[in-house]
């Protein structure tokens, strides 16, 4: 069962019960999320992807065979896009 590697920002082979929420500050978030988003939706999408890190934690729960990062990263990056709208400058603004 993966667990999360706070140091590389990935989750991969540790003790799933070590971090109970993966990401605890923003700079902890993936490059492709840091890099794009402005704070406010950084830390929309943190909360999200925590959220459902711990919802889904049970396979039984998640669509298809979609893994646990799978899914929390689905949910979080929806939860950006219920606030935020990637414009034409490539950027995300808030709606």
């Known amino acids: 069962m ?11 082979p540790t003790n799933p019960q070590e971090h109970d929420m993966p990401y605890d500050r923003v700079s902890e978030l993936p490059d492709s999320v840091r890099d794009h988003l402005p704070e406010h939706a950084k830390e929309i999408y943190k909360e999200a992807f925590n959220s459902a890190w711990k919802q889904y934690k ?23 896009k219920d606030k935020y709208q990637k414009g034409d400058d490539g950027d995300w603004h808030a709606k």
């Open 2 to 12: 993966p667990g999360f590697h706070r140091d590389r920002g990935t989750l991969g």
């Open 58 to 80: 049970d396979p039984d729960d998640r669509r298809g065979d979609a893994t646990r990062e799978e899914t929390a990263h689905k949910v979080a990056w929806a939860a950006v």
